[in-house]
């Protein structure tokens, strides 16, 4: 694999692990306890493997500049901006989380998952919106 392939990795493996936690909360709104499970264990490693390949990638390029000029500059780093803020927090939140149902603590595993699904969710997607406005979008 070589450098310049991790940007679609990274935004492979964030477009996953947001699929993943819509599939979570769809199974457990249909009390599909086992399916959720899964669901969400799978957007914990695909959240992983991202924060591993977007370390290693930017270990190794630095920072990525944004081109963009005029109002869709500001779009973007208000979108970096709260993506990065939030992104912070998602390790915390998804470990807590996880652990908690993982011991059997459901009635703080809920408390927690619905504030730790939105800002997760939102942490993936935008992720993604990230990589298209950096690699894909033409200024």
């Known amino acids: 694999m070589e450098l310049t392939d991790f940007p679609t990795l990274n ?3 964030n477009s996953l692990a947001a699929i993943f936690l819509v599939t979570g909360f769809v199974f457990i709104r249909k009390s599909n306890i086992r399916a959720h499970r899964f669901s969400m264990l799978a957007a914990f490693t695909c959240s992983l493997a991202f924060l591993a390949c977007y370390l ?12 963009g000029t005029g109002a869709i500059r500001t ?13 912070a927090l998602v390790p915390f939140l998804a470990g807590v989380t996880l652990f908690r149902a993982l011991r059997e603590r459901f009635d703080k595993h809920r408390a927690l998952a619905r504030w730790t699904l939105p800002i997760w969710l939102y942490v993936s997607v935008t992720g993604v919106v990230i990589y298209w406005m950096l690699y894909h979008m033409t200024v």
């Open 11 to 13: 935004a492979a493996l």
């Open 56 to 67: 290693y990638y930017h270990s190794q390029v630095g920072s990525v500049r944004f081109q």
């Open 75 to 87: 779009v973007y780093f208000t979108v970096l901006l709260t993506h990065t803020v939030l992104a």
